[in-house]
């Protein structure tokens, strides 16, 4: 009996603990983020004089 209850003590005794814990500083994201862009139209001849002489409306 008293085997039984040492080793029920020693095997609670190794059991693993979890423990969750906020950290003490904020967690900061830095994005150095730079977006460039080209955009590149093509326009017909036919169109382009559409659209210098009488205009878009």
Do not use: R
């Not at 994201?29 to 326009?43: A, C, D, G, M, R």
Request: glycine share 6%; proline share 5%; hydrophobic share 50%.
């Amino acid at each position: 009996m008293l085997v039984m209850l040492a080793l029920i003590l020693g095997v609670a005794a190794c059991t693993p603990t979890v423990q969750m814990q906020a950290p003490k500083e904020p967690i900061t994201v830095n994005l150095n983020v730079k977006i460039q862009h080209e955009i590149y139209v093509k326009v017909d001849k036919d169109v382009d004089e559409l659209f210098g002489e009488k205009g878009l409306f």
